[in-house]
C-alpha cells in the first residue's frame, strides 16, 4: 500500500529565510506522481508543484522546489525567503494507482504546520 | 476563470439528518473527487467521479454517496448523520483523472458541523 509520511508536525521559520519541509513515500510502483498542497486557516487547498517519477529534473515553481531523491523515496518541499502568508498547513500527497493504472485519488500525509516570525 | 465553487460554505446539522454538499468543478474539467478532513483522520478520500461515473470510491460506509451529472456538477450526499461526520468536506476536479502536471484544483470545502 502506498503512504505519505511527514514527520515535522509543525515548523517555524524566520521571514525572508529558505524553509525545508519533509515528506518521504513509499510504493512499489514504478510510475508515481507526488504532490504538495499549502492549506491556509481559510481551508482551501492550493496546488504548489508536482513531481512525476520519471522527471529527471527537481520541480520548480517560483518560490518553491521539490528536492526529489528517489532512492532515498524524500520529495522535500523548499520555499526560499519565506514570506508572511507563508504560514499554513503543508501536505505531500501522492497519486494513487490500482490494477489498472493511475487513479484520480490522493494518498496525503498528515501534514506540517508551518509558522514565519517577523 | 473561476475555480471550484462548494457549497455551501456553512452547514450545522442534527444527528439523523442528511445532508447534500454540491461542487462545480473548473469550467472544462470533467474529474471531480471528494476528501473529507478531520483533525483527527486529517485527509481521507471519499469518492472520484469522471464523465458522470464513480471510478473509485473510499473506506466510507454506505451514508456517504455521490453522484456527477452531465455538465461535471457533483454532489455528495450524507444521510443518517452522526457526530463524527463533523468535518470539512473539500472537493477537487482536474482535467483529467491523473491530474498530471496541473493537479487538482481544491475548493475552499464545506464545513459540516453535526450537534
Known amino acids: 500500500a502506498q503512504k505519505i509520511t511527514q514527520t515535522q508536525p509543525g515548523m517555524f521559520v524566520q521571514e525572508k529565510e529558505a524553509v525545508t519541509l519533509d515528506c518521504t513515500y513509499d510504493?512499489?510502483?514504478?510510475?508515481?506522481?507526488l504532490f504538495w498542497y499549502k492549506q491556509p486557516s481559510s481551508g482551501e487547498m492550493i496546488f504548489l508543484i508536482y513531481q512525476g517519477s520519471y522527471d529527471e529534473q527537481n520541480a520548480t515553481e517560483g518560490r518553491y522546489s521539490l528536492n526529489f531523491q528517489k532512492a532515498r523515496k524524500s520529495a522535500n518541499l523548499v520555499i526560499s525567503a519565506s514570506q508572511l502568508g507563508d504560514s499554513a498547513m503543508y501536505f505531500c500527497a501522492m497519486r494513487e494507482r490500482d490494477g489498472s493504472g493511475n487513479t484520480g485519488k490522493l494518498i496525503f500525509g498528515q501534514g506540517t504546520t508551518l509558522q514565519v516570525k517577523p | 476563470k473561476a475555480g471550484v465553487t462548494q457549497t455551501p460554505r456553512y452547514l450545522i446539522k442534527t444527528r439523523g439528518q442528511q445532508v447534500t454538499l454540491s461542487c462545480s468543478p473548473i469550467?472544462?474539467?470533467?474529474?471531480v473527487s471528494w476528501y473529507q478532513q478531520t483533525p483527527g483522520q486529517g485527509l481521507q478520500f471519499l469518492f472520484e467521479?469522471?464523465?458522470?461515473?464513480?471510478?473509485n470510491k473510499g473506506n466510507f460506509p454506505g451514508r456517504f454517496s455521490g453522484r456527477q451529472f452531465s455538465n461535471s456538477r457533483s454532489e455528495m450526499n450524507v444521510s443518517t448523520l452522526e457526530l463524527g461526520d463533523s468535518a470539512l468536506y473539500l472537493c477537487a476536479s482536474s482535467l483529467v483523472p491523473e491530474g498530471g502536471g496541473y493537479g487538482y484544483t481544491f475548493g475552499s470545502g464545506t464545513r459540516l458541523t453535526v450537534v
Open positions: 469550467s472544462g474539467h470533467r474529474s
Open positions: 510504493t512499489s510502483d514504478q510510475s508515481y506522481g
Open positions: 467521479y469522471f464523465s458522470e461515473t464513480q471510478r
